[in-house]
């Protein structure tokens, strides 16, 4: 157990209207990343952050946003979401060092009507 | 770029035959790292192994063993004995040592291959 957890596990939402996602760690871990899961393409990169205010883009970065104001929160924000983002939404940790192995939280499961 | 390929989508066994999941890479760097994942049906994603890109020794962890062979860019992984609880989607992944963004290294996964165990 790598001391994540995300919120909320389950949403409904309609087209257009904004979504956070949020991911919490107890671990003091450097790096925290997320990661949509649609059938047919594994696991792919959204954004990453390598420390309190330090962000940068993934391989499907388009239509999302984070913050990470403080190191046990990394939260990723739909501005506006679309069905195309109906999706499994993981959050990841990375401990200190680079060759650290990535820990997944249980995900969360965003449906946008 | 970095690619993974897991080219069986899906694989059924029936319980105690022997199951190999392929996995074939892309990578330009030099120093990157291998790993597999497991998704029971209950959705977590659950840490298998992780290999550096160094140590091509094979691993057995138990019914679990890992095959890596740098020159044909693979990094297979068997189940002996296969039992029901080993039915999931396993994913394989990797990660290059020398990526942008301060070392955090986000992985590239493959698609993943859904193994099904009859009893």
């Known amino acids: 157990d790598a001391g994540i957890t995300q919120s909320p596990r389950h949403k409904v939402t309609e087209t257009g209207t904004p979504v956070t996602l949020r991911c919490h760690q107890t671990e003091n871990h450097r790096y925290m990343y997320w990661y949509r899961q649609d059938p047919g393409h594994g696991l792919r990169l959204i954004h990453y952050s390598y420390g309190v205010k330090d962000t940068d883009k993934g391989e499907v970065s388009d239509g999302y946003s984070v913050s990470r104001s403080k190191t046990e929160d990394f939260l990723l924000t739909l501005e506006s979401a679309t069905s195309s983002q109906t999706s499994v939404y993981f959050c990841a940790i990375k401990g200190q060092a680079r060759i650290d192995t990535q820990y997944f939280g249980p995900g969360t499961r965003l449906t946008v009507l | 770029a970095q690619k993974v390929t897991q080219a069986q989508t899906e694989i059924s066994v029936v319980e105690k035959e022997d199951v190999t999941l392929d996995c074939v890479y892309e990578t330009r760097d030099t120093t990157y790292y291998l790993f597999w994942y497991k998704q029971p049906p209950s959705g977590e994603l659950v840490f298998l192994i992780r290999?550096?890109?160094?140590?091509?020794q094979n691993e057995i962890s138990g019914r679990y063993s890992w095959n890596f062979q740098k020159s044909t860019s693979s990094f297979n992984f068997t189940i002996t004995a296969s039992q029901v609880v080993d039915s999931a989607v396993y994913f394989c992944?990797?990660?290059?040592?020398?990526?942008?963004?301060?070392?955090?290294?986000?992985?590239?996964f493959g698609k993943g291959t859904h193994l099904i165990i009859q009893p």
């Open positions: 290999r550096n890109s160094f140590d091509e």
């Open positions: 992944a990797l990660s290059e040592a020398q990526g942008s963004g301060g070392g955090a290294d986000g992985l590239t």
